[in-house]
């Protein structure tokens, strides 16, 4: 049941601590810059980001190129990703339950996963998940 299980325990404490602890929605996009659909869903999550519809929601991407930082920087100021993009890895996709990419986990207010979207989501089913989360109760 995704709307009671806990989230994984994340290592970055920027991420721990500015995002989960906000008390706001979080989506949680993970890519790699492999992924041709991955590519594909950097517009819809910059075009959110921007709106209305994505203030008071975090948004954070997590790269799982074992390529790290060499890989990822590059890519991100190519696709001009404009979120804050984190390194992780396969392991970490696989715990939120994503069984391949792109993945986009939406937590709602209380810090549990309210829903998993696999593959890219459009516009409309993003705000969906959104609203839907957010009305989610403690």
């Not at 008071?56 to 060499?70: F, K, P, S, T």
């Amino acid at each position: 049941n995704p709307q009671s299980s806990p989230l994984p325990y994340v290592t970055d404490q920027t991420f721990e601590k500015e995002i989960i602890q906000t008390e706001l929605p979080v989506l949680i996009e993970f890519s790699a810059t492999w992924c041709a659909p991955c590519k594909q869903q950097i517009p819809v999550l910059n075009a959110f980001h921007a709106s209305p519809a994505g203030r008071d929601v975090a948004l954070l991407g997590i790269a799982v190129d074992v390529g790290g930082r060499e890989v990822v920087a590059p890519f991100a100021a190519e696709h001009d990703i404009q979120y804050p993009v984190l390194l992780g890895d396969e392991s970490l996709a696989f715990d939120y339950g994503a069984p391949g990419f792109p993945a986009l986990a939406v937590v709602d207010p209380h810090g549990r996963i309210d829903s998993l979207h696999l593959g890219v989501i459009g516009r409309p089913a993003l705000e969906a998940a959104v609203a839907d989360a957010r009305q989610r109760e403690p």
